[in-house]
């Protein structure tokens, strides 16, 4: 070629590096606007996507929700802030001066909102009405890559919640 003809290139073109789309999180429930009831910010779980998160939805009149909220706090500990703990109270009669009350009582360090009637439905919708029966406790995780994980009722120990954190 010369200075006035245009370069030709005698390869193939340069194939476009592959894009990776963070993961989503369009369920009804995720999407729900939530309070926290320490400071009075909003979010909504789908702005977690991308990080795991652990959910417990409890009411708090529920002992049991208690004991789990202490386990959660030991594996909170040794996950430090990989993990985002969120709990949600379901109980209909209990209202944000009740949970933050509760929350600053106990000292467990999560993200405390009460549930409103459209992420009770949503999440009965897709998983059944045992999400909303505190004493059954309730917990799951979110995977950084959006994949829901439910654990076995009951209480789940520190170590069983860091185990499965870890392997999300």
């Known amino acids: 070629p010369t200075a006035t003809d245009p370069q030709v290139s005698s390869g193939p073109a340069p194939t476009p590096e592959p894009t990776i789309a963070p993961p989503v999180l369009d369920q009804a429930w995720a999407n729900v606007e939530l309070t926290n ?77 009460v549930a409103p009637r459209a992420y009770s439905r949503a999440i009965a919708r897709e998983f059944g009405d045992l999400v909303l029966a505190p004493p059954t406790t309730p917990v799951w995780f979110i995977g950084s890559d959006g994949s829901v994980t439910f654990t076995e009722g009951g209480i789940k120990s520190a170590d069983e919640l860091v185990e499965l954190a870890r392997a999300l």
């Open 37 to 113: 009831v320490a400071d009075g910010s909003t979010f909504r779980i789908a702005d977690f996507a991308g990080r795991t998160v652990f959910l417990e939805n409890m009411a708090v009149w529920c002992s049991k929700c208690k004991e789990q909220q202490r386990e959660a706090a030991k594996a909170k500990r040794a996950l430090g802030d990989d993990v985002a703990f969120i709990v949600l109270d379901v109980e209909p009669t209990e209202d944000a001066a009740t949970l933050a009350a509760y929350a600053a009582r106990n000292d467990f360090p999560f993200i405390y909102a």
